[in-house]
Nanobody
Framework: QVQLVESGGGSVQAGGSLRLSCAAS????????MAWFRQAPGKEREGVAI???????RYADSVKGRFTISQDNAKNTLYLQMNSLKPEDTAMYYC???????????????????WGQGTQVTVSS
């Protein structure tokens, strides 16, 4: 059983940056897909960025060019670098893991079996 723990959320002003981390409790075996999702109050959980075991990444249009997903396999850690943050980026951010050959495009909540508890990101204008 893999446990995921997110950290790095906080409150920033628009235009600022944050780096989220997601630490896995055990080694993540290939093939896999790892993802960052977010959920704002009253809205559906949406996929923000995905990365698979080949290193292929994809992003939601709303964050393309501003967010970067990366991983440190030696540390079993997933990252999300968020730059040029906007108030509409305010949400609870979750990391997720699925043991599968390729990432689903677009990713949806049901595609992932393992989830972290979330970390809050608040962007003020």
């Amino acid at each position: 059983q893999v446990q995921l723990v997110e950290s790095g959320g906080g409150s920033v002003q628009a235009g600022g940056s944050l780096r989220l981390s997601c630490a896995a409790s055990a080694y993540i075996y290939s093939p896999y897909c790892m993802a960052w999702f977010r959920q704002a109050p009253g809205k559906e959980r949406e996929g923000v960025a995905i990365i698979d075991s080949t290193g292929t990444t994809r992003y939601a249009d709303s964050v393309k060019g501003r967010f970067t997903i990366s991983q440190d396999n030696a540390k079993n850690t997933l990252y999300l670098q968020m730059n040029s943050l906007k108030p509409e980026d305010t949400a609870m951010y979750y990391c997720a893991y699925a043991y599968r050959l390729r990432c689903p495009v677009p990713p949806s909540k049901g595609d992932f079996a393992y989830w972290g508890q979330g970390t809050q990101v608040t962007v003020s204008s």
